[in-house]
T-cell receptor, first 118, second 113 residues
């Protein structure tokens, strides 16, 4: 079964500093990978996704993520954090059954809470 | 506008009182899911549906029921809610062949006293 680990429960950065949120996954085949953001009291918004091809993917709000198969990682990065980026971030892997059929399920990591200091 | 709607958005109830949380989508997606979100645990899938009349258990199905009589609707039923079902619930939809990309509803905050 697939699994996702976000090692950092809480990260604090200063506004304008760079950011990297870690995500490690466990999955036997090529994964479908996602990063979602949840602002306080809000639903989940898709930041970016990886299906195949270029391992560096660009998302909304200036975020990017790099898929590294050898490290089973999909870390999220942003070169300069804004106060509005304070939120909880979730990494997720798309699940498929043994035959490779997708059935619309995501397995999520535990989430990383980002605090931004002025 | 493409959207997933949930009702109610907030609900406080008492142990044992049956309740239903509705979910509706206008994107004609085949797949629909229910997740619950708890601090430190991320989101966990409760039930999912691949199409009308086709449903199956997710990772944490105990205490919940679902039905899919129409493609656009996927209600979540708690026949006898208990305090450990206090949580934030999300409905999500996905198009077949879309690599599991999920579109989420706004969430329902449920408190069971």
């Amino acid at each position: 079964a697939q699994s996702v680990t976000q090692p950092d429960i809480h990260i604090t950065v200063s506004e304008g500093a760079s950011l990297e949120l870690r995500c490690n996954y466990s999955y036997g085949a090529t994964p479908y990978l996602f990063w979602y953001v949840q602002s306080p009291g809000q639903g989940l918004q898709l930041l970016l996704k990886y299906f195949s091809g270029d391992t560096l993917v660009q998302g909304i709000k200036g975020f990017e993520a790099e898929f590294k198969r050898s490290q089973s990682s999909f870390n999220l990065r942003k070169p300069s954090v804004h106060w509005s980026d304070a939120a909880e971030y979730f990494c997720a892997v798309g699940a498929r059954d043994a035959g490779g059929t997708s059935y619309g399920k995501l397995t999520f990591g535990q989430g990383t809470i980002l605090t931004v200091h002025p | 506008e493409a959207q997933v709607t949930q009702n109610p958005r907030y609900l406080i109830t008492v142990t044992g009182k049956k309740l239903t949380v509705t979910c509706s989508q206008n994107m004609n997606h085949e797949y629909m899911s229910w997740y619950r979100q708890d601090p430190g645990l991320g989101l966990r899938q409760i039930y999912y549906s691949m199409n009308v009349e086709v449903t199956d258990k997710g990772d944490v199905p105990e205490g919940y029921k679902v039905s899919r009589k129409e493609k656009r609707n996927f209600p979540l039923i708690l026949e006898s809610p208990s305090p450990n079902q206090t949580s934030l619930y999300f409905c999500a939809t996905s198009r077949q062949g879309s690599y599991n990309e999920q579109f989420f509803g706004p969430g329902t905050r449920l408190t069971v006293l």
